[in-house]
């Protein structure tokens, strides 16, 4: 059974740069899946960020894309989002999650991961 | 982008009551190449991720009771569950996923 474990820092100052990694485990990475970000804040609900395919291909949500880069390693069965320039509106609960295709149905989920941007 | 529209916002319905929800979409999801609808329905209790529930506007997902039923086609989609449960109070999300970026609805808060 799949499981999604997402982690990095939860706080962090404005003009920074977000760094999550989220760890699967019991099932690989470099399967006929997509990996993907959510993020869920009070003000925008659920937000798609983007996806990556095994193969690295990368698929991003274009109200963020300017400032996200989603990786893969396949040897670590991870994948990671990277968001820079934050501000207080990038605060949100982080999930990683399983996707069908590049912009489908999430299917498994991490239990999430809160991440405050103040100075 | 599509825009998905709940209603209600929040509803309460009694313990063995029925309880409906609306979802609608900006521009229909129905794809007619394969004649499938590309909306889902997920369940988030509090403290937890969102689950699926149903994909394809109607296919429950492995494990989800058969109270949960989805119907509905093109831009109009109803969420129903039957035998309201206490365990199903939790926030119900519709999502499309025909066009990109995937968008999903504001949710709709369900209470006993």
């Known amino acids: 059974q799949v499981q999604l474990q997402e982690s990095g820092p939860g706080l962090l100052k404005p003009s920074e740069t977000l760094s999550l990694t989220c760890t699967v485990s019991g099932f690989s990475i470099y399967s006929s899946y997509y990996w993907g970000w959510v993020r869920q804040s009070p003000g925008k609900g659920l937000e798609w960020i983007g996806s990556?395919?095994?193969?690295?291909?990368?698929y991003y949500n274009p109200s963020l894309k300017s400032r996200v880069t989603i990786s893969v390693d396949t040897s670590k069965n991870q994948f990671s989002l990277k968001l820079s320039s934050v501000t207080a509106a990038d605060t949100a609960l982080y999930f990683c999650?399983?996707?069908?295709?590049?912009?489908?149905?999430?299917?498994?989920w991490g239990p999430g991961t809160l991440v405050i941007v103040s100075s | 982008d599509i825009v998905m529209t709940q209603s209600p916002d929040s509803l309460a319905v009694s313990l063995g009551e029925r309880a409906t929800i609306s979802c609608k979409s900006s521009q229909s999801v129905l794809s007619s190449s394969n004649n499938k609808n590309y909306l889902a329905w997920y369940q988030q209790r509090a403290g937890q991720p969102p689950k699926l529930l149903l994909y394809?506007?109607?296919t429950r997902e492995s494990g989800v009771p058969d109270r949960f039923s989805g119907s509905g086609s093109g831009t109009d989609f109803t969420l129903t569950i039957n035998s309201l449960q206490a365990e199903d109070v939790a926030v119900y999300y519709c999502q499309q996923h025909y066009t990109p970026p995937t968008t999903f609805g504001q949710g709709t808060k369900l209470e006993i």
């Open positions: 999650a399983r996707q069908g295709g590049s912009s489908s149905y999430l299917d498994s």
């Open positions: 394809w506007a109607s």
């Open positions: 990556i395919y095994d193969s690295g291909d990368t």
